[in-house]
Every structure is written in C-alpha cells, then in structure tokens.
C-alpha cells in the first residue's frame, strides 16, 4: 500500500532536518575568513529547498541497511552541487533569474561575480566532504565520485544537459531532443542520488539496475512537474518567477505536449518507477511514496 501524501510530507520535512543539520556541520561558519565567501556560499544553502537528492541517497542507502553516518554526509555533499547548478543556472548569461526559493538570487545579492564563485567552492567543498566520509569507505566513495562527476558533466550528464538546452527553443525541440534535455539536466542528478546511496551499501547489481530504473523515471517525471507547474502553479508556492519557460520559448512538455498529455506522462514514469522497486515489497514504501508525491506537490 502507497503511503499518503501527508504522511510523505511528514516523512520529509523530518529527514530534511537530519540534512540541515548535517549541512551546518559541513559548511564553514559566515564568519571565516574570507568571511564574503562563506555568507554568499551559506545564504544560497540555506535559501529553503526539498533537500530531495540528499533524501534520495538516504533512502536507497536504507533500503540495504546502509550507514546512516555515512549516507547523511555523502547525501548532504550532493545538496551542495544542487546548489552550485542552481546559483549558476541563474545567472544572467544562462536563466537571467532574480528569485529562487522565494529569495533573491544569489548574483542579486552578492554581484555576478561572487555567485560564480560561490558555486564553484560549493561544488569543491562537495568533494572533499564526500572524499572524507567516513573510515572504510574508500573503495566506494571513490565509486561515489565517478558516479557523481559522469552526472554533472557533458556526457548526457547536468552540464551536457544545460547546453542543450540553451541552444533549444520551442521551434527547435522534438521530443528525443526534449527528453535529453531532460534527462541530462535533472535526471541524470536524481539516477546519481539513488545509486550513489546504494553503493555505498551491499547492494548487489541487481540492486543498482532497479534503483537507477526508479531514479532514471522519477527524474524525468520531476522535471516533467515542474514544467507544469511553471504554468499551472503560483509564485508564492514555488518561490520562482512563473511562466518564464513561455517568455524565454524554452523547450517543456507542456508546451510540446500539451498539459494533458504531460501528466499522464508523469504518471505513467512514476507507476514505472514504483515497479522497478517491487521486489523490495513494504521496504520500498517511502521511495515509492515520494514517487507519486513529486508529481502532485505544488511547489
């Protein structure tokens, strides 16, 4: 039995306190020197967020009774190059956005420069916390950082991604070039979250293959989401500027598809994801339960 909303929700909120908290511990205090570093780097972590690809790691870490100790840090390291992606995917040169999570972007704030900057020691400080994560992990961590630098970069990877997608339009898109977009740009991030968390455990191949089926589905169903709600949502919900996928005739779903068409997409991926975990039986329940809470959340 799927897990309700609300309990979800809970679900949720309780682990991403054990991400904060964990976050804090990584993050230098604001006031170390160079202390204009570390308040651009803490402002856009701490903004708000899901926390959804930490959580993510946790979650397939548990599955295969994982580490807890270790599987909150590498997860919490993995908020740290979400973050990075979003600061720059802001800037002027690339979405030219002035809100993110319901604050002024990082660029707004701190100048274009400090921004470019402050992505780049997150995405660092990433790596080392991931490369220290803890006494008999080498071997997998080391795996860990593969997985993670194939997803960021140009190989059907976040980087790959982003410059697909800034050299499409809406007249230019079809749905294979759609899809790639993204593919790369979030779901090869998500596929990342729930395979790095497995092998950080005994997960065996059978295991990596069912849950990079679930991160692979749910990657393209949450960004599929969030092209709806770039229509069908509020500003005051998603804490970003609506409608700018329309005014910058980027390529989505909805506009490909229509919006119809585009749920019944999302629906059909997440059903597909909660299958590939059917083997796990009620060990599954709260990946499954997320699955099916990413395409209904409103924000």
Known sequence: MVLSTEAIRQHLEQTRALVDAELERILPPAEEYPPSIHKAMRYSVFAGGKRLRPILCLEAGRLFSGDEKILLRVGSALELIHTYSLIHDDLPALDNDDLRRGKPTSHVVFGEAAAILTGDALLTLAFEAIAGAG??????????????????????????????DLETTDSTSDSARLEYIHSAKTGAFMRA?????????????????????????????????????????????????????????????????????????????????????????????????????????SS
């Open 135 to 164: 006494d008999g992990a080498a071997s997998r961590t080391l795996q860990v950082i593969q997985e993670l630098a194939h997803a960021i970069g140009t190989l059907r990877g976040m980087v790959g991604g982003q410059v697909v």
């Open 193 to 297: 979250a729930m395979r790095s968390g497995a092998i950080l455990t005994d997960a065996n191949q059978d295991d990596l293959t069912r849950v990079t089926a679930y991160g692979e589905k749910i990657g393209l169903a949450f960004q599929i989401a969030d092209d709806l709600l770039d229509v069908l949502g509020s500003q005051a919900e998603l804490g970003k500027t609506i409608g700018k996928d329309e005014q910058q005739h980027k390529a989505t779903y909805p506009a490909l598809h229509g919006i119809e068409a585009s749920q019944r997409i999302a629906s059909r991926l997440v059903e597909e994801a909660c299958e590939a975990l059917k083997p796990y039986g009620a060990r599954a329940r709260i990946l499954q339960g997320i699955a099916h809470y990413l395409i209904v959340r």
